[in-house]
């Protein structure tokens, strides 16, 4: 990692934490009572040492340098289950819920936590492994492959403004880097003809292969412009393996915003107990290839996706929902 500052890493009082976890948790089950556990999550959050709270807030207000925020020794699940093999494997089997709540009491401080119903199966704490059918396929369940730089769900109309995902089982070989680039980085290097371009609705989206895409066609989603925002903090949303550019103009923005992003990516390894809150406004995340076993000891995150507010769904889909039912027809 390039310097790590506390507005970018934060490491816990992890007894600390395991008491401000219990007191709240008190044998609640997320996949029993979610709404009950999201509330006794968020009302926990005010218990979080002051000075995270205060990095946090300052994250969650102007975001930084780095897209990212990453939060380490956080307290784990004792005893814990093999790596599922099938997705819903833990909300049958897991015995313990601080994962869960550790990505909810990080996710309530930040905004609101939602899923989509296409997502890992409608799960709304997704169980993110290696699947050996999906090990080549651009899927956060691949392996073999580099999972290049994108946006989270970049087309949706609802995606997701933080993601966060919280490390239960880290890669034993220390291969699978979490890959992030900031928009920050390069921002000084857009040239006001790319910038331009990169403005104006003139790049169609493609729709995640989790959402029914299995062909992997590119541009087959709604069209929008890549970069929005102020100028001296400029904001993006950008799946270059899916997106596709509607004028050859904009066909090479593409291209020159992906390799400016490539320049500068940055690689994060995840280990038990570690939080990391992406900024889905200012960076692009990915994820080095790395050789599974599938023997129950792969690497496992689960992660969560957070709305700085769920108005915006009432607002885009006219219905109160926490998990999105929005669908795409062909
Ligand atoms: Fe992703």
Redesign the pocket.
């Known amino acids: 990692m390039q310097t790590i500052t506390r507005d970018v890493q934060y490491v816990v009082d992890r007894e600390e934490l395991c008491e401000i976890t219990e007191s709240y948790l008190q044998g609640q089950n997320p996949y029993q009572d979610l709404e009950g556990f999201l509330k006794a999550a968020f009302l926990a959050s005010h218990d979080l040492p002051a000075e995270l709270r205060s990095a946090l807030y300052d994250f969650r207000a102007h975001g930084n340098s780095e897209g990212y925020f990453l939060i380490r020794s956080l307290p784990c699940d004792e005893n814990l289950m093999n790596t599922p093999e099938k997705i819903t494997d833990p909300s049958q089997k897991k015995q313990t819920f601080v994962s869960e709540f550790c990505l909810a009491m990080i996710g309530g401080f930040l905004g609101h936590p939602f899923s989509y119903i296409q997502e890992n199966c409608g799960n709304f704490f997704h169980n993110i492994r290696p699947q050996k059918e999906k090990a080549d396929k651009i899927s956060?369940e691949s392996s073999k492959i580099l999972l290049d730089l994108?946006s989270?769900t970049a087309f949706h109309p609802l995606y997701p403004d933080w993601l966060l995902l919280y490390c239960l089982r880290g890669d034993r070989d220390k291969q699978a880097k979490t890959i992030i680039a900031s928009i920050a980085h390069i921002k000084d290097q857009i040239s006001p003809q790319l910038d331009a371009v990169l403005r104006q609705p003139l790049f169609k989206t493609g729709i995640d292969y989790s959402f029914g895409n299995i062909s992997q066609d590119r541009g087959n989603g709604p069209v929008i412009p890549i970069l929005y925002g102020d100028k001296d903090d400029p904001l993006l949303i950008f799946d270059p393996d899916l997106m596709i550019g509607l004028t050859p103009e904009a066909s090479c923005a593409i291209t020159e915003l992906k390799n400016l992003l490539d320049s500068k990516k940055d690689g994060v390894l995840l280990e038990s107990g570690d939080l990391l809150v992406v900024d889905n406004h200012r960076s692009l995340?990915g994820r080095n290839k790395f050789t599974p076993y599938y023997d129950g000891k792969d690497r496992w995150l689960q992660r969560i996706y957070v709305a700085e507010s769920l108005l915006r769904a009432s607002r885009l889909f006219g219905k109160k929902e926490r998990t999105i039912t929005y669908t795409f027809s062909d």
């Open positions: 956060s994108h989270e995340h």
